[in-house]
């Protein structure tokens, strides 16, 4: 990981994200930043985990109003 990657993951989610994506379609593997993007898959993850919780909570409120 250089600090080029490390900047832009900070100031540009998107287009850091974006390259990552390049760099692994190209099977540039030596050059993705795997600290960030492993910390980014976490996130995701804990993300949709929280949302789904979030719905079936909304889903049973509806159930016990009916």
């Known amino acids: 990981m250089n600090r080029m990657e490390t900047h832009l993951y900070e100031t540009d989610?998107?287009?850091?994200?974006?390259?990552?994506?390049?760099?692994?379609?190209?099977?540039?593997?030596?050059?993705?930043?795997?600290?960030?993007?492993?910390?980014?898959?976490?996130?995701?993850?804990?993300?949709?985990?929280q949302e789904r919780r979030n719905c079936l909570g909304v889903l049973l409120g509806h159930f016990l109003t009916w």
Do not use: C, P
């Open 13 to 49: 989610f998107y287009g850091w994200l974006m390259q990552q994506s390049h760099l692994l379609k190209t099977g540039e593997f030596k050059q993705l930043d795997i600290a960030n993007l492993v910390e980014a898959l976490q996130s995701l993850g804990k993300q949709q985990r």
